[in-house]
């Protein structure tokens, strides 16, 4: 059964996801702030947070930030700031996904379904073989990544963006297709959700940044 972590300083919208989230079999545990959500995820395990970002305390991107450090879990972030800015900022801490207050609850559940989908996929096709370009190698059983032989710090959604532009290494790939591929649905209604996304691989990248070839009005190729 898939445990769930809602982070939330509203009770009503804390048992109004609960409620949803029950209904579909998912194991609920909850925090107030952000600092007992770092607390609980220290002591235990879960498979996917729901995190607010206006908190008391310590805010959700704060907290999602801290907890990317020593966990790889998947984070949706809640907030009534739908500004790009805020959107391109909780990707580049490590969210997720992102939904706008007032949101649908149904939709939620179906995003976690997505993202539970997703990381279940990509456990199943790991194996124990390395996949090496150049200077950098992807250990698909460990999850990491080296360039030149010093370990890279992708987040989770970077890693899955840098595995399939090699899985596809010269072939052009639209921003659709990577949306769809890497998120596992299309645009959420950020329009530069992976030109973003680029920019933080590729700072992450070295000598090899210059890889990810953007091919205007298209979108990216990896090539070697």
Known sequence: MPKILIVDDEPNIVTLISRYAQREGYNIVTASDGREAIDKCQSEDFDVIIMDVMMPDTDGFTACKKIKEFKDVPVIMLSARGTEFDKLFGFEVGVDDYVTKPFSPMELMARIKVILSHSKSTEQKSDNGKLTVGGI???????????????????AKEYSLLLLLVKNNGIVLSRDKILNEVWGYDSFGVDRTVDWQIKLLRSKLGDYRDSIKTVRGVGYKFEV
């Open 137 to 155: 190698e992807i250990d698909t059983l460990g999850l990491k990544v080296t360039v030149d032989g010093e370990k890279a710090d992708l987040t």
